[in-house]
């Protein structure tokens, strides 16, 4: 699967924004352009039609117009007609008065010649309007076209139609003083149709005439067509609109061409021409489609739409029209004009999105990088952040499971490499190992050279442990000076005593500390995997429990765990914790053993020697018990205990003021070094009112070579508060006798080893007068321990020997049995 890395993360903030952007927006732009242009489409869509519409609708406005006007003018016909001949007639008949008025005394007769020779030659409308006068009895007083009839009566006078036109004029004027009449008449030029005639008459009252007037209508209707054809022919509209006004048989009566008019437009032109003028003729109120004869200038197609109405009454075909060629010429400029009109609108919105695009792309690709450049420089920072912490988990780890002084492992990672080792070994099919190594006498590295040195002998011991691990084997430091060691994948006992050889191996060199070349041994404890346990905590407490076991032993060894060791460890445990509790239960009591001087053969001292019977353990070897209570520090108390009884038993059964039997107490080194050691005897010597010249302790020979600085104040305290200082088990150590001379010591306890092999070991035999030569240089005492038999006594005897001690004279025995014993035979000697 394709993981979003943290680059790619980065990319993507800081490109794709702007990308989008840019996406979006050429988006928009191309939506925007398709929007213009189906707008533009629609626009011209809508406009073709609106520009139609629009175009019919002037037509059809401007026709109807013409037609109302029309119509108009032709309703004015008769009141127009009537409104000019009354105007003639008050007229004529201001005249008449008039005239009467002025010539009143005149006769009638003479003044009527008067008023009909003025108003005979009076004519209007084109001359053909004209006056006439009758009496009301219908005598003709004046007619300016039938002369003939004046003076004579027209009373019976019919119209083609056979009205009393006369009788009912002069009737009619007479009641209302005025008023209009009609009748109808042929015309001389047109004898076979009547026609129209409106007429107006006026009473004249003086001479009882009626003053009166006619018109045929039709004339003044040809007048007004006249009138309204001259204004229609003037009209104009668009570029090349025009009325065409057609007669009821095609005449044409108005034309944007003058020379057209009064002929017929059915016989004009080419059949299609006839056709369009014959459509034009039988349309009303609608569009005609048609080719026109007619083409203005600047027009090539006769292709015409025009509006076409008829006025009914005079049978006019009025119309006005579009040539096509015109229309789309207009159409076609609109068009173009609105192709321009998007072109530029997309050209601005081209320029515009692109740099708003630009803009936005810019700035958002701006934003995004600094987006990036700060989320980089978060990750730098946490994945700084995240390193150290990680490094300071790592250390705080190592560090809890680490020993800061060597860097090796500490206890807690040791479980889990075992554990580890034995699940490998077992499926190896093979053992596992695991070693406790505990240092000899580190105690003594710190005591006598500080703590550092301990600590840096410590390092290099670590260093070179590890430094002959196999990758699957390890060690981790237990504590102290104690080390356990993880081999797992061991095929034989050989491999793992090669191990064991390994480790040993390290301490075959001295160390070099502080300038200081230093021995340094280790104890081994050894447990096996599968043999002696699966489980690492009971794998190292058997190790220990050997490695503790072996330590006791004899220190530098090496003890592989078995059941018979376990079973002593167990032992000693309960050893251990029987003795704590010894000198509560009073258990331990002391036991004496007598020392003879050879001389005399007299008693010399007594040694105290503890005794220990538990219920348990019956009686315990102070031999296991002494060494296990300086281990476990109990010795404090046990010798305590020792001084104690001791004095008090022998001061009690042997008081100073009777006797001076001495009596020797074994004080274990760390007793002797302890700061209140000196205080503590003396307080308890002095209790038991024990002088301390009968007093000699007895200190053994390690402890002055481990602690000679440290020893030598304290013998010479002791010595000076007058205790008898002697070196027991003497020979076994380090028997260096050159430093005998330099130390205080009173006396020399020559160890049974070398009276037991003085009589068949020359060496022993040679050890022995040479320590006796030695002492009686140095004025010292010398006691012979372990003395069995009459010939050692003899031999030492001969010797020079001081002192003789064994079970030759006598075997420890109680307080009581010495009391029993000796109190008398002493006081024998006393
Ligand atoms: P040690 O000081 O060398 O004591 C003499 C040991 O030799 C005693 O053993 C004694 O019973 C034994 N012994 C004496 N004569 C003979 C002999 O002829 N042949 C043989 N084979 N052994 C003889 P014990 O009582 O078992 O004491 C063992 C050691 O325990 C002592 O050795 C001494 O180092 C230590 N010890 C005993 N009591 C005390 C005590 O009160 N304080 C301290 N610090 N150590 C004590
Ligand atoms: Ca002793
Ligand atoms: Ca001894």
């Known amino acids: ?156 006078y019919q119209d083609s139609r056979g009205n009393y036109i006369v009788q009912d004029m002069g009737a009619k004027v007479k009641v209302d003083g005025e008023g209009f009449y009609r009748w109808w008449f042929a015309k001389p030029e047109q004898q076979n149709e009547q026609f129209e005639k409106i007429g107006f008459g006026k009473y004249f009252a003086p001479y009882d005439w009626f003053i009166g007037t006619g018109e045929y209508v039709v004339d003044v209707e040809a007048d007004i067509k006249k009138t309204v054809l001259e204004w229609i022919r003037n009209l104009r509209f668009g570029q090349f609109g025009y009325v065409l006004v057609l007669d009821a048989d095609g005449t044409i009566l108005s034309h944007v061409d003058s020379n057209l008019i009064g002929k017929n437009a059915l016989e004009l032109g080419t059949q299609a021409n006839i056709d369009g003028a014959k459509q034009l003729l039988n349309a009303d109120n609608e569009f005609v489609r048609y080719s026109a004869s007619y083409k203005p200038e600047g027009v090539s197609e006769s292709a015409k739409i025009s509006y076409v109405m008829k006025e009914p009454s005079w049978g006019w075909s009025i119309s006005a029209g579009v040539y096509a060629e015109e229309y789309n010429r207009a159409l076609k400029e609109r068009q173009s004009k609105l192709e321009e009109e998007q072109n530029d ?14 803009f936005v792309a810019l700035c958002s690709l701006w934003l995004s990088r600094g987006i990036a450049q700060r989320f980089k420089r978060f990750q730098s920072r946490i994945s700084t952040n995240f390193n150290q912490l990680e490094d300071t988990k790592n250390k705080l780890e190592h560090l809890a499971r680490h020993d800061e002084l060597t860097g090796l492992p500490n206890r807690s990672l040791l479980h889990e490499q075992i554990s580890v080792g034995i699940c490998n070994s077992r499926l190896n099919d093979r053992q596992l190992a695991v070693m406790f190594v505990d240092l000899d006498d580190f105690k003594k590295v710190n005591d006598l050279y500080g703590h550092s040195a ?52 390290v301490f075959a060199q001295p160390f070099i500390v502080g300038g200081r070349t230093l021995h340094a041994s280790c104890s081994i404890g050894v447990s096996m995997f599968p043999t002696d346990g699966d489980d690492p905590e009971d794998l190292i407490s058997k190790a220990d429990i050997v490695l503790y076991k072996s330590k006791a032993r004899h220190k530098g060894d090496v003890l592989f765990f078995d059941n018979t060791i376990n ?136 402890v002055l070579i481990n602690d000679l600085p440290k020893v030598t104040p304290i013998i010479g305290r002791l010595k000076s508060l007058g205790y008898t200082v002697s070196l027991d088990d003497f020979g076994t150590g380090y028997s260096s006798l050159s430093y005998l001379s330099a130390l205080p010591l009173d006396e020399l306890k020559i160890d049974q080893i070398f009276i037991d092999k003085m009589l068949s070991s020359e060496h022993s035999d040679s050890l022995v007068k040479a320590i006796l030569a030695i002492a009686e240089s140095s004025d010292m005492t010398v006691v012979a321990e372990g003395v069995e038999t009459q010939a050692q006594k003899d031999v030492l005897i001969q010797y020079g020997c001081d002192v003789l001690q064994g079970y030759f004279i006598e075997r420890p025995i109680s307080i009581d049995q010495l009391a029993q014993k000796y109190s008398e035979k002493y006081l024998e000697f006393e």
């Open 567 to 702: 079973q002593q460890v167990q032992h000693d445990f309960l050893v251990e914790r029987e003795l704590r509790r010894a000198i509560e239960h009073n258990e331990l009591t002391i036991a004496y053993q007598p020392q003879l001087e050879a001389k005399t053969d007299k008693l010399y001292g007594v040694e105290a020697l503890l005794r220990w019977h538990n219920p348990l353990l019956g009686h315990v070897s102070p031999l296991e018990f002494i060494s296990l209570a300086e281990e476990n520090g109990l010795i404090h108390r046990l010798g305590e205990f020792a001084i104690d009884r001791a004095c008090e038993e022998i001061g009690r059964l042997f008081p100073d003021s009777h006797n001076d039997l001495r009596l020797s107490i074994n004080i274990s080194p760390t007793q002797l070094m302890d700061n209140g050691f000196v205080e503590l005897l003396e307080s308890t010597v002095s209790k038991h009112q024990l002088p301390s010249r009968r007093i000699t302790l007895e200190i053994t020979e390690n």
């Open 454 to 505: 301990g600590d840096q002998l410590l390092s290099q011991i670590s260093k070179k442990f590890e430094a002959f691990l196999k990758p699957d084997e390890f060690v981790a430091r237990f504590g102290g000076d104690e080390f356990i060691f993880s081999f797992p994948n061991l095929d034989s006992l050989v491999e793992t005593e090669s191990k064991v050889e390994q480790i040993k191996a």
């Open 1 to 156: 699967m394709d993981v979003l890395t943290d680059k790619k993360l980065l990319n993507l903030i800081t490109y794709a924004p702007a990308t989008i952007v840019g996406a979006f927006t050429l988006l928009w732009l191309a939506l925007s352009v398709t929007d213009i242009v189906l707008n533009s489409k629609q626009e011209l869509i809508d406009f073709q039609n609106d520009y139609q519409q629009r175009q019919d609708t002037i037509l059809t406005k401007q026709v109807e117009y013409i037609a109302q006007q029309v119509k108009f003018a032709r309703e004015q016909t008769e009141s127009q007609l009537q409104e000019t001949i009354r105007d003639r007639i008050y007229e004529a008949h201001r005249i008449a008065t008039r005239l009467y008025e002025s010539n009143r005394n005149l006769p009638e007769e003479r003044v009527t010649r008067i008023i009909t020779d003025a108003l005979r030659v009076m004519s209007f409308n084109e001359g053909r309007g004209y006056f006439f006068i009758y009496k009301i009895n219908g005598l003709s007083v004046m007619h300016p076209l039938f002369p003939n009839v004046e003076g004579s009566s027209l009373w019976d």
């Open 345 to 358: 609108a997309v050209v601005q919105m081209i320029i515009l999105s692109t740099i708003t695009t630009l």
